[in-house]
């Protein structure tokens, strides 16, 4: 496993960004194994399918 140095931040707008950049990357790149190696947003859509919840008569 490879060692990165946590990131260090001048101001809060950097932070920000960089928080961004991540949860970017980890919702919609990174597979998770406790969703079956799926990404989260994929598999949040799957629970999102057309049900009578979603369109009641």
Same mark, same amino acid.
């Given at each position: 496993m490879e060692h990165? $140095? /946590?990131?260090?931040?001048t101001?809060? &707008?950097? $932070?920000? $960004? !960089? &928080? &961004?950049t991540y949860f970017d990357y980890y919702h919609h790149e990174r597979l998770h &194994?406790?969703?079956a190696h799926q990404l989260p /947003?994929?598999?949040?859509?799957?629970l999102l !399918?057309?049900?009578i919840l979603n369109y009641p008569t």
């Amino acid at each position: 496993m490879e060692h990165r $140095a /946590w990131p260090t931040f001048t101001d809060l &707008a950097g $932070a920000q $960004a !960089s &928080a &961004a950049t991540y949860f970017d990357y980890y919702h919609h790149e990174r597979l998770h &194994a406790s969703l079956a190696h799926q990404l989260p /947003w994929l598999a949040h859509q799957q629970l999102l !399918s057309p049900t009578i919840l979603n369109y009641p008569t």
